[in-house]
């Protein structure tokens, strides 16, 4: 089946640091790549929209300035949490939507501390 | 008013009983309606989606959309301790832009 990737699924970070998040699809080309957050015991977050070529569409709430997503190319999408702080410490997961008949596949995750 | 509502749970039930997982949604424009499963630390898996009114079943699995009510369910039959996890329901209206409820802890009692 269809695989995405997501590198690396753990970092732990100092404060003030960035730290970069891939999401690779491995087997299928995608156009549009989601990006999740997820609390513990809380359920996943959309913060943004990725599309492949242009600007990533933020929800309402999530600092685009903070949060850089770059989709590049039709199998990568990079996270980038800019100045992270101990608040921003949470698993951050991927989905990515086959360009080819529209299934929607989820990364592994990655889970951030940030310290 | 949160767009898609799950209980949170926790919902205990013994091993070969059904268990019942409940969901509803804000937006009747709506389209599709997913039932993912979550283990702790992992990644959420597709279990099931359903598009039209009425049930649907694969396996021990069992959806079930009433969008006059904004109501969907998934039911678990022979449940077993495997299938103890937490239970996203997600909804989309288009664009596989998902929303997801807060999630049912489930636990199956050997």
């Known amino acids: 089946g269809a695989v995405v990737s997501q590198h690396p699924s753990w970092v732990i970070c100092k404060s003030g640091t960035s730290v970069k998040i891939e999401c690779r699809s491995l087997?299928?080309?995608?156009?549009?790549m989601f990006w999740y957050r997820q609390f513990p015991k809380q359920s996943l977050m959309l913060m943004a929209t990725?599309?492949?070529?242009?600007?990533?569409?933020?929800e309402q709430g999530v600092e685009k300035d903070k949060f850089l997503i770059n989709h590049a190319s039709l199998t990568l999408s990079t996270l980038t949490v800019t100045s992270a702080h101990p608040e921003d410490s949470s698993f951050y997961i991927c989905?990515?939507?086959?360009?080819?008949?529209?299934?929607?596949?989820f990364g592994e995750g990655s889970r951030l501390t940030v310290l | 008013q949160k767009e898609v509502e799950q209980n949170s749970g926790p919902l205990s039930v013994p091993e070969g009983a059904i268990a019942s997982l409940n969901c509803t949604y804000s937006?009747?424009?709506?389209?599709?309606f997913f039932w993912y499963r979550q283990y702790s630390g992992k990644s959420p898996e597709l279990i099931m989606f359903?598009?039209?009114?009425g049930d649907k079943e694969d396996g021990r699995f069992t959806a079930q959309l009433n969008k006059a009510s904004q109501y969907v369910s998934l039911l678990i039959r022979d449940s077993q301790p495997s299938d103890s996890a937490t239970y996203l329901c997600?909804?989309?209206?288009?664009?596989?832009?998902?929303?997801f409820g807060q999630g049912t802890r489930l636990t199956i009692n050997p």
């Open positions: 990725s599309n492949e070529g242009s600007k990533a569409t933020y």
């Open positions: 359903i598009y039209s009114n």
């Open positions: 937006d009747r424009g709506s389209q599709s």
């Open positions: 997600a909804v989309t209206g288009g664009a596989q832009k998902l929303v």
């Open positions: 087997d299928f080309q995608a156009t549009t």
């Open positions: 989905s990515a939507i086959n360009r080819i008949g529209g299934e929607l596949f």
